[in-house]
Every structure is written in C-alpha cells, then in structure tokens.
C-alpha cells in the first residue's frame, strides 16, 4: 500500500515540459515552464564555456527540479563563430570568443529576461541566476551590476573577475566550488587544465565582494561528510538579522562539476555529498 501512494504521489507531481526555442536576433534561449507559468519566478541558467543550452539543460537537470517548485528556467545561449556550438560568455576577463570580441551579454541577459515576461507571463521581476564555469562568471558579474534586478545568484565553479567588478548593491549570493578544480583553481591564478590563461580571482575574493554591501554579518559553518567519495563539503553561512544572504559551499577535494549533474568525463573528485540543483533551489526559496 505504501509503494502504492508512493508511485501515485510520483506520477503526481508536475513534469517538465520540452523546452521551448526562442530566437532573440541572431542568439536565442531555450525556456522550460512549470505547470502555471504566469506570474513564475524566473531562473536565468548559463552553460559553462564551449556549451550550449541543450547540453547544459541535459546535463544538469536543473529545469524538471526548477519546474516542481514552480519556477521558470531561461537556458540563454553564449556566442561562438559563425555554425559553432562551442559557446562562450563575456564576462570580461574570460572566456573565448565572447570575451574577445566584447559581447554585450549583459544586455542580452536583459533582453531575455523582458522577453521571457513579455512572450511567457513570468514575472520578470522576480529574476535568479545561476550557471556553471564561464557561465558562473556571467551570472555573478551580471548580479554583481544589476542588484536591483536580481533576487539572488548562484555560482558553480566559476569566479567573478572582483578586481574589476565590485557588487554594486545587497544581492543574496550562493557559491559552491571544489579546492581540487584544475580549471577555475579555488585559491585564483590560472588552472592546470584551463582552456585560456585567465588569471582567475579567487572564491575567497568572490565571498567577500557579495558581502561588502551587506555590512556586518554573523558568520556559522558545518561539514558535510556522509559518502565514502574522497570529498566533504564545508558550508559557511553569513547572515542578516537571522538571515542568510552569502552562503559559501567548498567541496574539499571537489574538481570542475555541478554536483549531482551528469557527466561523462573527468569523474574524479566529482562529490556525491550535495546536489547542485538541490542547494540552489534551497537556497533561492530563502529569498524573499
């Protein structure tokens, strides 16, 4: 009886539906809805650089755990040479095409998010944004400029170039990032295995940019460490009046990945103690 209401509740709940394309010009996005899309909080979500919105969206699986709790999920797409699919963010100090030829994706952020409320009825007040390595960098520098805009940010292995980006306003502020990444080394500098010779500021600079506006704040901290997978996950939390709005997840021993996402190479220091999409949402339901 009880595997039966198990199964019921399952089939229950709300899937994700296929995405829908949109084309803004030469650069689109691809949008998934929950089950009431009018009115829905808006999660912008930035593929890592040489992705694309298909291959973030799969390889996360952000959007169906997104959808269940009713928000939206915009996959907006980088910019690479002309019929390329390896995709890049300008987020001013890296990556690839994007950088080097000065994209506006700020601005494209922004028509994104005037679309997706204009076409879908979200609510294009009510915006979050997350993303991964490059994509990381975007969503931070973007939060970083426009706190007015954002309810909160969330950064996956990506860090924010904070000598030339200061966080212009109280943005909540989540970062999760493993000490072994060989790419966006934790510490700053540029990666062993870094696809460009970004020198890259470090998570530290990162956590106390978000911060700053914030004035003081209490600080708490507890490890996370149930699986016999060669990591441990140490959460700081720094808090106002009760709440918390910086929130830094390390992954002792973590490399370049979105915890709980899937992927196929480079499974070595891949943690299995938290699960990205898990600790975002979490972590964005205690905005107001």
Sequence with gaps: ??????????????????????????????????????????????????????????????????????????????????????????????????????????????????????????????????????????????????????????????TMDTSRNRVQGRVPALVIHGTADPMVPYEGGQGDSSLTRTDFSSVASVVRAFKAPWGALSESSRRIDRRDDGTAVVVTDYSKAGRVVVRLMTVEGGAHHWPGGRKARLTEGKTQEIDANTEILRFFALQP
């Excluded at 915009?74 to 080097?100: D, H, I, S, V």
């Design 1 to 158: 009886m009880r595997r039966f209401a198990l199964l019921l509740a399952l089939l229950l709940l709300p899937i994700a539906a296929a995405a829908e394309t949109v084309r803004l010009g030469e650069r689109w996005y691809e949008i998934y809805l929950p089950a009431r899309a009018s009115g829905a909080p808006l999660i912008l979500a930035l593929h890592g650089g040489g992705g694309d919105p298909d291959q973030f969206a799969s390889a996360s699986g952000l959007a169906r755990a997104a959808n269940r709790q009713g928000f939206a999920v915009a996959f907006p797409a980088g910019t690479g040479r002309r019929g390329e699919r390896l995709l890049t963010w300008n987020g001013g100090y890296c990556c690839g095409y994007a950088a080097r030829q000065g994209i506006d994706d700020i601005g494209f952020l922004e028509q994104v998010i005037a679309d997706a409320a204009k076409r879908f009825g979200v609510d294009g007040s009510r915006v979050f944004l997350t993303g991964m390595s490059n994509g990381s960098i975007m969503a931070e520098t973007f939060a970083a400029r426009n706190p007015a805009r954002v309810r909160a940010v969330a950064g996956v292995a990506g």
